[in-house]
């Protein structure tokens, strides 16, 4: 049985969103733990503004405050949400936007991580110091999810509807989970995994069971009845969960159209909660560093076949696809190991 922990990234959401685009010398960036306050022409606070994120800005003029005269940035027209009206914000409350740049996605394996001490975190429930320390660097050294940077520039620009994944973005988001994820097993020696048509349908499967039954990681369990059903649709015959690894994440209401950017980020932010163990949303310096945010290892030694059963070693099928209930998205990370494929007593017409 694969077991799961509460993983929940929270994008939060405030009064105007940002339209998605590189930051640039016109871009100012808000503060990640702060509230950035926005005001009218006559200087009266009518909001704020999300934190975290880069907004063009028209001018950078002066306003008066209450009694004081503060320098202020002139937030952009071109957001169609403001419909014309005239807001600021204090110069002082934000940083000018530092440029992204297109990177290489990468997932580093870091020194001192084995898939013994997988195995051996999983099953005793306590890693070793050295361990916890591995997994530790593993989040610090990966900062894909954490930076501004993309990896191709269309996904600034690409709208990703994650309460209706197309078929082709579905996809892509599988294909960049899965080469992520492979990077890392490369590293270990262990064989890819690879996507298939058919585990894909079946990822499709279980998220809409998923939402047929009103289930979200939030309920901190995986949807097993779902899950048996989905598979038994797909001609898998299993009476547990075999072949789901969860994440998830939070988005604030009428948030859920995103950029292929930010889409990739939390998938890549999920497979690297699970890989190091970690728990936390935060991936600031002080939750990193907090030992009790890494709790759990199950989900590693299923990524990376290390569970001391037949599939160790070996290599699965792959499909992802997401589900929502409210504003809560659940991605689902299912692999069909090849043992499971090869015995008739499970697979029942199931086509990889």
Same mark, same amino acid.
């Given at each position: 049985m694969k077991r799961l922990i509460l @993983?929940?990234?929270?994008?939060?959401?405030l009064s105007v969103a940002p339209m998605a685009h590189a930051a640039n010398n016109?871009?100012?960036?808000?503060?990640k733990n702060a509230k950035t306050y926005i005001y009218n022409a006559k200087g009266v606070k009518v909001g704020t503004l999300n934190v975290g994120v880069s907004y063009w800005y028209d001018k950078k003029t002066s306003l008066k405050i209450g009694k004081k005269k503060y320098t202020?940035?002139?937030i952009s027209k071109r957001y169609k949400q403001l419909k014309n009206k005239t807001l600021y914000v204090k110069a002082n409350s934000v940083n000018i936007a530092k440029v992204p740049k297109k990177t290489k996605v990468t997932m580093k394996v870091p020194k001192g991580y084995t898939l013994n001490e997988v195995f051996l975190a999983e099953l005793l429930s306590k890693p070793t110091d050295a361990f916890l320390k591995a997994n530790m660097d593993g989040m610090k050294q990966n900062t894909f999810s954490s930076s501004i940077d993309y990896e191709?520039?269309?996904?600034?620009?690409t709208k990703v509807d994650l309460n209706k994944l197309s078929t082709k973005n579905r996809e892509v988001l599988a294909k960049f989970a899965l080469k992520v994820l492979n990077q890392f097993r490369k590293q270990l020696k262990l064989p890819a995994w690879k996507y298939s048509k058919g585990t894909q349908k079946l990822a499709l499967d279980v998220a809409k069971q998923y939402q047929t039954d009103k289930a979200t990681i939030q309920d901190q369990q995986h949807n097993v009845s779902g899950i048996v059903k989905a598979a038994k649709k797909n001609g898998l015959i299993?009476?547990?969960n075999s072949i789901e690894d969860?994440?998830? @994440?939070a988005l604030?209401?009428?948030?859920h159209v995103v950029s292929m950017n930010v889409a990739k980020k939390l998938v890549y932010f999920g497979l690297k909660q699970m890989l190091f163990g970690y728990k936390s949303n935060g991936e600031d310096a002080k939750s990193i560093s907090n030992k009790d945010n890494y709790t759990e290892w199950y989900h590693a030694g299923d990524l990376l076949n290390k569970r001391g059963g037949k599939s160790d070693g070996q290599w699965n099928y792959f499909g992802f696809s997401i589900s929502h209930v409210g504003n809560i998205y659940s991605m689902h990370f299912i692999n069909v190991p090849t043992v499971l494929v090869k015995d008739k007593t499970v697979n029942k017409g199931f086509k990889p």
């Open positions: @993983f929940m990234t929270v994008v939060l959401g016109t871009s100012v960036m808000t503060a202020v940035y002139l191709n520039a269309k996904d600034l620009t299993i009476s547990d969860l994440a998830g @994440f604030p209401k009428k948030t």
